[in-house]
């Protein structure tokens, strides 16, 4: 069982759009699959009760920050998405729990400054720094063609972390999500290019630890 935590302190980067997809893909790939909700507000666990009976399901697995606890036995994968300002205690449980950790990023100057101690922080985890936690970043929003792109490419260099794939800007997210679905719920040809950006980082993501 690998649990994934998507992580940045800095809110509106895209954590719960990465989070709700990637349990998305886990689901229509037949694997037992639970989304955890550290944010007070539950927006992921909200997104979940709008998600139609008829796809394929995914579990909501409650973690107590004050009492956590390891997810049900069985489970292949679970995504814990994190609220923005994420620190202390939070911050403290998701490692605790993690396999992975994804940051999303949006590629501009002040979203990269304002990421950086975080991303600092966690290259100085003994748990990370021994292996035990891989770490990942994700490009959101960005064309990979683009100097936003490039600029992405060269902080994370410095950090050592590797950029796992890049997530255009589309409304299909948007349109998506109002209706508890993802990517993968849909018709190929509706979302070919966004499959297309999705592959690396789900080929990350399956990869056993």
Request: charged share 25%.
């Amino acid at each position: 069982m690998t649990v994934i935590v998507v992580a940045n302190p800095k809110g509106g980067v895209g954590k719960s759009t990465l989070s709700t997809n990637l349990a998305g893909y886990f689901a229509a790939a037949g694997e037992w699959v639970a989304l955890a909700d550290l944010d007070k507000q539950h927006s992921a666990h909200a997104w979940l009760e709008l998600r139609p009976a008829t796809l394929p399901p995914i579990e909501i697995w409650e973690v107590d920050p004050e009492a956590p606890a390891k997810p049900p036995k069985g489970l292949e994968h679970a995504i814990i998405d994190t609220p923005a300002g994420l620190h202390g205690n939070r911050l403290g449980v998701a490692l605790d729990l993690a396999d992975k950790v994804i940051v999303p990023l949006q590629p501009s100057l002040f979203d990269i400054l304002a990421t950086q101690e975080f991303l600092e922080h966690l290259a100085k985890e003994k748990a990370i720094r021994k292996g035990r936690i891989e770490v990942g970043v994700v490009g959101m929003r960005v064309d990979a063609r683009t100097r936003s792109a490039d600029q992405l490419h060269r902080f994370v260099e410095g950090l050592k972390l590797p950029v796992l794939g890049f997530v255009r800007d589309t409304q299909n997210y948007v349109q998506l999500a109002a209706h508890g679905l993802t990517l993968w719920d849909v018709a190929k040809s509706r979302v070919e290019k966004d499959l297309e950006q999705w592959q690396s980082i789900i080929d990350w993501a399956s990869k056993k630890t």
